[in-house]
């Protein structure tokens, strides 16, 4: 219920598909945020954003 209503409310505010997906992305990764935090490397960050990334576009496609 609660994410339908997010949904219905981005639909007005932010038209474009591609906001929208990247608004979810931005919140998936700051739900991560303390597990990035513990990675070492700018490297390691930069390959555990890109796989947050790749999974949120292949959930996608499947839907």
């Known amino acids: 219920m609660k994410e339908e209503i997010?949904?219905?409310i981005s639909d007005k505010i932010y038209p474009n598909?591609?906001?929208r997906d990247l608004m979810d992305i931005n919140d998936i990764i700051q739900n991560k945020r303390s597990e990035l935090?513990?990675?070492?490397t700018r490297e390691e960050v930069v390959n555990a954003t890109s796989?947050?990334?790749r999974s949120?576009?292949?959930k996608r496609?499947?839907?």
């Open 56 to 58: 949120y576009y292949d």
């Open 17 to 19: 598909e591609l906001v």
């Open 61 to 63: 496609k499947n839907e």
């Open 51 to 53: 796989k947050i990334v």
């Open 6 to 8: 997010k949904s219905k």
């Open 37 to 40: 935090e513990q990675l070492k």
